[in-house]
T-cell receptor, first 111, second 116 residues
């Protein structure tokens, strides 16, 4: 079935270093969403990207949607310990279709 | 913002018993709710889509007779794990699509089920 591949599975960084997680789909997506799940918590919606080549920023977080709408990335500049958690991308094939979640990237930040 | 209340947060039950998990949308109407299952250190797996006033749509491989879903009102959806077995132990999370500028999903806080 349709899959959304996400890499890396784990990332350990020193506080202050940058972090990037990538998502790839074999087919074109209608849109892609990003979620953050803190340890022991539930996923919290971060953002949705819809347009080809779209770039959105939230403070130190930069989200990109590829030109072909098959890949996306989340980049965190100068990580902080509060950034710890698992970041999931979730893609939709159709505008109102179900979300297909990537496996997530678990970020740990060493102070 | 939109809130989805899910309870219980955790439950321990004996094999063979049934467990009901509730999800309520507190400040909005959710015609559709989604039920996910998450194994440790893994991603969210969609189990079923719950539609108010109609039968749920189950994903391939999910037993509808084992995981009973009821969406009786615009603010309440329930998942009942029937005749639970240890392999049903998992983290179950519901979510609802919230209308607004972001079109994101709001998740409940999840229920950690342990079957002993």
């Amino acid at each position: 079935g349709q899959q959304v591949m996400q890499i890396p599975q784990y990332q350990h960084v020193q506080e202050g270093e940058d972090f990037t997680t990538y998502c790839n789909s074999s087919t074109t997506l209608s849109n892609i969403q990003w979620y953050k799940q803190r340890p022991g918590g539930h996923p919290v919606f971060l953002i949705q990207l819809v347009k080809s080549g779209e770039v959105k920023k939230q403070k130190r977080l930069t989200f990109q949607f590829g030109e072909a709408k098959k890949n996306s990335s989340l980049h965190i500049t100068a990580t902080q310990t509060t950034d710890v958690g698992t970041y999931f991308c979730a893609g939709r094939l159709r505008s109102q279709g179900n979300l297909i979640f990537g496996k997530g990237t678990k970020l740990s930040v060493k102070p | 913002g939109a809130v989805v209340s899910q309870h219980p947060s955790w439950v321990i039950c004996k094999s063979g018993t049934s467990v009901k998990i509730e999800c309520r949308s507190l400040d909005f109407q959710a015609t559709t709710m989604f039920w996910y299952r998450q194994f440790p250190k893994q991603s969210l797996m969609l189990m079923a889509t719950s539609n108010e006033g109609s039968k749920a749509t189950y994903e391939q491989g999910v037993e509808k007779d084992k995981f009973l879903i009821n969406h009786a009102s615009l603010t309440l959806s329930t998942l009942t794990v029937t005749s639970a077995h240890p392999e049903d132990s998992s983290f179950y999370i519901c979510s609802a699509l919230t209308r607004g500028g972001n079109y994101g999903y709001t998740f409940g806080s999840g229920t950690r089920l342990t079957v002993v």
